[in-house]
């Protein structure tokens, strides 16, 4: 039961770089989130997707794209990689909407000098 | 304001202690409430899901909601130095969830 996977599991940048940081579940839910947290600031939304073939922007979108694969695949894109986007980013499903409790996956650790 | 408050700690106690872990909110449109725990350098994980006002007890935890307070507790019994970890609140009218920003427990031996 590998739940939801996430990849790379650490990442150092330099400024200006691009990266997609990928997840996948298993779980056959619907619902799937991009969260970034940081010290004093708790877990902030950056985009989240409903359902398959739906994204939304959530509540720190600027900087950032995503893509809903399919069902099981949702990747968050970093265009153009600044310093205030070192961050420990989460994604996390649910079958529909928040109801039953999110499962997150593990996190990327992302740094960029 | 933020809609959900949450004290960040550290909150340290001894082992077998009675922990009291607390979240304030302002949305009275919230209908579910849910605890998470997040080991360090690990993803948060649900451990307990309660529907509006009561109690609901799993082993040495119990969760604790009064809406009309707009407040929600999460009690720990016998607290062991493995429940040295960050505490998340987090709710929902139903849709999304709303995080506080986490306590962080450390129960020493």
């Known amino acids: 039961n590998a739940g939801v996977t996430q990849t790379p599991k650490f990442q150092v940048l330099k400024t200006g770089q691009s990266m997609t940081l990928q997840c996948a579940q298993d779980?056959?839910?619907?619902?799937m989130y991009w969260y970034r947290q940081d010290p004093g600031m708790g877990l902030r939304l950056i985009y989240y997707s409903a359902s398959e073939g739906t994204t939304d922007k959530g509540e720190v979108p600027n900087g950032y794209n995503v893509s809903r694969l399919n069902k099981r695949e949702f990747s968050l894109r970093l265009e153009s990689a600044a310093p205030s986007q070192t961050s420990v980013y989460f994604c996390?499903?649910?079958?529909?909407?928040?109801?039953?409790?999110?499962?997150f996956g593990s996190g990327t650790r992302l740094t960029v000098v | 304001q933020k809609e959900v408050e949450q004290d960040p700690g550290p909150l340290s106690v001894p082992e077998g202690a009675i922990v009291s872990l607390n979240c304030t909110y302002s949305?009275?449109?919230?209908?579910?409430f849910m605890w998470y725990r997040q080991y360090s350098r690990k993803g948060p994980e649900l451990l307990m899901y309660t529907y509006s006002s009561g109690n609901k007890e799993d082993g040495r935890f119990t969760a604790q909601v009064d809406k009309s307070s707009k407040y929600i507790s999460l009690f720990i019994r016998d607290s062991q130095p493995s429940d040295s970890a960050t505490y998340l609140c987090a709710m929902t009218p139903g849709n999304m969830l709303t995080f506080g920003g986490g306590t962080r427990l450390m129960v020493k031996p």
């Open positions: 996390a499903s649910v079958r529909t909407g928040g109801l039953g409790g999110y499962t």
């Open positions: 949305n009275s449109a919230f209908q579910y």
């Open positions: 779980m056959n839910h619907n619902s």
